[in-house]
């Protein structure tokens, strides 16, 4: 079965809707932890990420947000996704004992690209940019699942499934030897179910995040329609 | 490790890895090209107005034999042109025809739609809203330079975001596009290759003033706000150990003075941010020192002692504006107001100062200061 992942930012309210989402059929529960300058994000996650912080959620309290989620959802696996000054200041191992401790599955780090810092273990990503060289790369240095990109942009829904994943997907079934999940502009069943078809699973972000201040019986919802889409 | 010790790298989505790779190789190809340094040269003497002059400041500082050197007089007022001009060709010789830049003081815009309009090449420059307010008169030479100036109208509405956007745009359309960072900061290859270009300052300004004077300086000074213009100047006196070289950042934006190792805009430096790893805000009255980061190769240079970095009041380098337009007839922009605040007092008499840019854009901020 095809894989679904969803994220969500790390806010007071979260644990209860990744519960909801876990409901609807997630598989996976990214959670951001927000940083200020997000380069890899569109206005949908940045501006999130900009409520979170205003709301006071610096690492620690994210962390105690991921520790709250992991006593609601079971087994579901919680990967921890943001940006290298986090961890920079937080401290690099302390953050990646801190958040297994508090039952994370890995993490992804947004600006660190694969083969820097090669013994800080997460998901690593590619994008339709990436050289046949750096998907092997990121491919053997990747935890558990290889991150597909499916565009080249930021995260945030767009009009239709980017073209450039089923040449991305080709590459790295040829390269790699681990499940693919395909993410950014992924938003509607139509999409997740066409991506699904190319890769092992699909990840959605700023819909997600849009849906979820609708509150928990809304993100049920909305990924029960995902999850019968692929 | 990379060229300035732990500082620098490449902290920047996948996407943009490949485009970096792409950038370095054609970088290298070019600073090993003999006609990349002629066209530079015939760009920068025809056209630019290089070599500009050293001019003493005898008035503005009596006892000490303050010397200016004049990128004011530049094409466009800064010393900007020098950075844009070179990534112009080097963006011409990648095949690009469209560049992406930020501004916060709106010289490297300009500097950015001046060569784009020389090269035929399309120009979009972000630029905070609260610079736009500040900085009119720039936003008003892009759009006649054929520029389309974006606004960044979120965060602080500065520099810092005008960045973060130069560089989302720059993922989003990677493909076509060039991004003409504005100053020695980002992810490698920029810090080097932005002081590179810049470094001309430096040698012209050495030679120069062996020739008026027949020494070495005793400090070379100049304002810091990512560092530009203070890394050209110091790449020409690197290694005269016996030259103080002396950056002069904004009291209110240190990112060398008062700031912590971190992560910003791709690189790894010396940054304005909590004990959480988030960027917090800089305050200077100054538009170009209005930024949180500052090139790696600064930190870099702080840390082994070869540079020391001190730090200007909005009121002392408006003072300094002040006092440079009265006794000697030049009104410099805000950014090197910092850096004359600071000469005067030093404990030195032979002493170089990077006067960066011309204060024509700064009149309406600094009237309504007065």
């Known amino acids: 079965m095809k894989k679904l992942v969803i994220y969500l930012m790390a806010e007071p309210e979260t644990p209860e809707l990744a519960r909801a989402a876990v409901d609807g059929g997630a598989d996976i529960v990214e959670l951001g932890f927000p940083f200020s300058d997000p380069l890899a994000d569109g206005p949908v996650v940045r501006r999130a990420g900009e409520r979170a912080l205003a709301r006071g959620m610096r690492t620690r309290q994210c962390l105690d947000v991921l520790a709250q989620t992991r006593a609601l959802v079971d087994d579901t696996p919680i990967v921890p996704m943001t940006y290298a000054s986090i961890l920079e200041a937080y401290g690099w191992e302390r953050f990646s004992e801190d958040a297994a401790s508090a039952g994370a599955t890995s993490m992804i780090i947004a600006d660190l690209p694969a083969g820097e810092r090669p013994e800080s273990r997460r998901v690593q990503m590619v994008a339709p940019t990436s050289t046949d060289e750096r998907i092997a790369l990121a491919g053997a240095e990747t935890d558990g699942w290889l991150y597909l990109v499916t565009l080249t942009g930021t995260t945030g829904a767009r009009g239709e499934l980017s073209p450039a994943l089923a040449g991305l997907t080709e590459r790295a079934r040829r390269l790699v030897d681990v499940p693919l999940y395909a993410g950014f502009g992924i938003s509607t069943p139509e999409h997740a179910r066409a991506a699904a078809e190319l890769a092992d699973g699909v990840v959605v972000g700023s819909r997600a995040v849009q849906v979820a201040e609708e509150g928990p019986g809304a993100l049920r919802d909305y990924v029960a329609s995902l999850r019968a889409a692929i | ?370």
């Open chain 2, 1 to 370: 490790m990379t060229a300035f010790g732990t500082y620098g790298g490449r902290f920047v989505p996948e996407t943009l890895i490949p485009a970096l790779d792409e950038l370095e190789q054609g970088w290298r190809e070019a600073l090993a090209d003999d006609s990349f340094h002629a066209e530079l040269h015939h760009l920068a003497t025809t056209y630019a107005g290089r070599p500009t002059p050293l001019t003493l400041a005898e008035r503005f500082a009596p006892g000490k034999r303050i010397y200016l050197k004049r990128e004011d007089l530049m094409h466009t007022g800064a010393h900007k042109l020098n950075n844009a001009l070179g990534q112009a060709v080097l963006a011409r010789r990648l095949g690009k025809q469209r560049i992406v830049a930020e501004t916060g003081a709106g010289q490297h815009g300009v500097a950015t739609a001046t060569v784009c309009a020389r090269f035929g090449f399309e120009c979009v420059v972000y630029m905070g809203e609260e610079d736009m307010r500040r900085q009119k008169p720039n936003v008003e030479r892009m759009g006649l330079l054929g520029a389309e100036v974006r606004a960044v109208d979120f965060g602080t509405k500065t520099l810092k975001e005008a960045t973060s956007e130069a560089i989302r745009d720059w993922i989003t359309n990677v493909e076509t596009t060039h991004y003409l960072i504005g100053s020695c900061v980002g992810p490698a290859p920029y810090p080097e290759l932005v002081a590179e270009l810049q470094s001309v300052i430096g040698r012209e300004a050495r030679e120069q003033l062996l020739a008026a004077e027949g020494r070495l300086p005793e400090a070379v000074v100049a304002c810091v706000g990512g560092g530009s213009n203070a890394i050209g100047m110091f790449h020409g006196f690197l290694e005269d150990a016996d030259v103080r070289l002396v950056g002069v950042e904004a009291a209110g934006a240190a990112s060398l003075g008062t700031g912590r190792t971190g992560v910003l805009h791709g690189a790894r430096s010396s940054i304005l941010a909590d004990e959480d790893g988030q960027i917090t805000d800089a305050h200077s009255i100054s538009a170009g020192l209005d930024y949180p980061g500052v090139g790696p190769e600064h930190a870099y240079l702080r840390d082994i002692g070869r540079a020391e970095y001190v730090g200007a009041t909005d009121a002392e380098a408006l003072a300094a504006f002040g006092e440079l337009a009265r006794t000697e007839g030049i009104i410099p922009a805000l950014e090197p107001a910092h850096a004359l605040a600071r000469a005067r007092e030093l404990d030195a008499e032979l002493i170089l100062v990077c006067l960066s840019g011309r204060g024509d854009k700064d009149l309406a901020e600094v009237l309504a200061q007065s």
